[in-house]
């Protein structure tokens, strides 16, 4: 027998053996039949264009914060009860939009010196959220009806820019890579939750709201961590996340 018999023979019983091994424990079994892959219809596809413009709700809203100087462009160098008093100051009379704020708190705010226990500025954290290799100084303010206020702030060009402002019924905040997720009690929903994620934008040069969903929940029995003002104006850096 030549070479060549030899090889084809031997190649002929590994077959037999690969497909006697597929039949065997361990082997390769089917998953079933698959649903057939349904792309996206198009509804009412005759329906003119709109003519105006989406409702502006204000995310997309960018304010350089007064009277306020941020050495290096580093947020830690920076109080974040200064940065919020500041706003206070510079709109002593609003009380709706990003800049909206209810005048107990605006007073608890301007009174921070001297009654810290009541300050409703809590503990600041920081975050690269614009990706530009730099932490952004994020600030919680409580506020009454069990609402909270949330806002971001970007360093540049020596001073401060608010890149993200909003107030809600807040269950928590959480940082997830860079983005900013809020988890808001829902109105008339028992049983589920707002979920927000808010995602840096280069071309409207904020934070916007890129994700939002509504959550079934089940009661944990867990407490909602009691929010409290800061003990100092600095914080730790954030623990490393959770893969």
Same mark, same amino acid.
């Given at each position: 027998?030549?070479?060549?018999?030899?090889?084809?023979?031997?190649?002929?019983?590994?077959?037999?053996?690969?497909?006697?091994?597929?039949?065997?424990?361990?082997?390769?079994?089917?998953?079933?039949?698959?649903?057939?892959?349904?792309?996206?219809?198009?509804?009412?596809?005759?329906?003119?264009?709109?003519?105006?413009?989406?409702?502006?709700?204000?995310? *997309?809203?960018?304010?350089?914060?007064?009277?306020?100087? /941020?050495? #290096? %462009?580093? !947020?830690?160098?920076? #109080? $974040? +009860?200064? /940065?919020? =008093?500041?706003? !206070?100051?510079?709109?002593?009379?609003?009380? *709706?939009?990003?800049?909206?704020?209810?005048?107990?708190?605006?007073?608890?705010?301007?009174?921070?010196?001297?009654?810290?226990? $009541?300050?409703?500025?809590?503990?600041?954290?920081?975050?690269?959220?614009?990706?530009?290799?730099?932490?952004?100084?994020?600030?919680?303010?409580?506020?009454?009806?069990?609402?909270?206020? +949330?806002? /971001?702030?970007?360093?540049? %060009?020596?001073?401060?820019?608010?890149?993200? *402002?909003?107030?809600?019924? /807040?269950?928590?905040?959480?940082?997830?890579?860079?983005?900013?997720?809020?988890?808001?009690?829902?109105?008339?929903?028992?049983?589920?939750?707002?979920?927000?994620?808010?995602?840096? #934008?280069?071309?409207?040069?904020?934070?916007?709201?890129? =994700? #939002?969903?509504?959550?079934?929940?089940?009661? *944990?029995?867990?407490? +909602?961590?009691?929010?409290?003002?800061?003990?100092?104006?600095?914080?730790? @850096?954030? @623990?490393?996340?959770?893969?």
């Amino acid at each position: 027998m030549g070479p060549r018999a030899v090889s084809v023979a031997a190649c002929g019983v590994l077959g037999v053996l690969l497909l006697a091994g597929c039949g065997g424990e361990g082997g390769l079994k089917s998953a079933g039949p698959t649903s057939p892959a349904v792309g996206p219809v198009r509804l009412w596809p005759d329906l003119p264009p709109a003519t105006d413009p989406p409702i502006d709700y204000g995310e *997309s809203d960018t304010e350089r914060v007064p009277g306020i100087a /941020v050495a #290096d %462009n580093d !947020v830690r160098s920076v #109080d $974040a +009860v200064a /940065v919020v =008093r500041a706003e !206070v100051r510079a709109r002593p009379d609003t009380y *709706s939009g990003p800049d909206g704020m209810y005048e107990e708190t605006a007073r608890a705010i301007t009174a921070c010196d001297t009654a810290p226990a $009541a300050c409703p500025v809590m503990r600041p954290y920081y975050r690269d959220l614009t990706g530009n290799g730099r932490d952004e100084l994020i600030v919680g303010i409580r506020m009454p009806e069990q609402q909270v206020g +949330v806002r /971001v702030y970007l360093a540049e %060009n020596g001073g401060l820019t608010r890149i993200m *402002s909003t107030v809600d019924q /807040v269950i928590s905040v959480e940082l997830a890579g860079r983005d900013l997720v809020m988890r808001v009690a829902s109105a008339g929903i028992p049983g589920y939750e707002y979920r927000t994620a808010w995602s840096w #934008d280069e071309q409207q040069h904020s934070m916007l709201p890129t =994700r #939002d969903e509504i959550v079934r929940v089940k009661p *944990s029995g867990v407490p +909602v961590p009691r929010l409290v003002s800061p003990s100092a104006t600095v914080s730790p @850096p954030l @623990p490393a996340e959770a893969p």
